[in-house]
């Protein structure tokens, strides 16, 4: 089971990024899908997640109206549309798939899967 994000990159502040994770191995269709990010020393913080039985998402307030978390079934992917980027959305970025199906929830403790990060860099 392989979580594969990718997309991240050097962005001036005001850009856009799209960050995708493709899932290997299994399918996650059922799953809450998420996205969390950890800055240089911070915590590992939510970002967006997803359901796996409906289309409800859930986001952190931070990012709340600039980021879009989707997914693709067919594909076996899972998307984050980020726009309007700030310097402190600086972070690398995690993908996970979450042992829950309906509720989104927040902790790290919930998702027992995750992808490997990708860096997003924002300067200003």
């Known amino acids: 089971v392989q979580l594969q994000a990718s997309g991240g990159g050097l962005i001036q502040a005001g850009g856009s990024l799209r960050l995708s994770c493709a899932a290997s191995?299994?399918?996650?269709?059922?799953?809450?899908m998420g996205w969390f990010r950890q800055a240089p020393g911070k915590e590992r913080e939510f970002v967006a997640g997803?359901?796996?039985?409906?289309?409800?998402?859930n986001y952190a307030r931070s990012v709340r109206g600039r980021f879009t978390i989707s997914r693709d079934y067919a594909k076996n992917a899972v998307y984050l549309q980020m726009n309007s980027l700030k310097p402190e959305d600086t972070a690398v970025y995690y993908c996970?798939?979450?042992?829950?199906?309906?509720?989104?929830?927040?902790?790290?403790?919930?998702?027992?899967?995750w992808g490997q990060g990708t860096q997003v860099t924002v300067s200003s």
């Open positions: 996970a798939a979450s042992r829950y199906s309906t509720v989104v929830r927040t902790t790290i403790h919930d998702y027992n899967h």
């Open positions: 997803i359901q796996g039985t409906g289309n409800a998402t």
């Open positions: 191995g299994r399918t996650f269709s059922t799953n809450v």
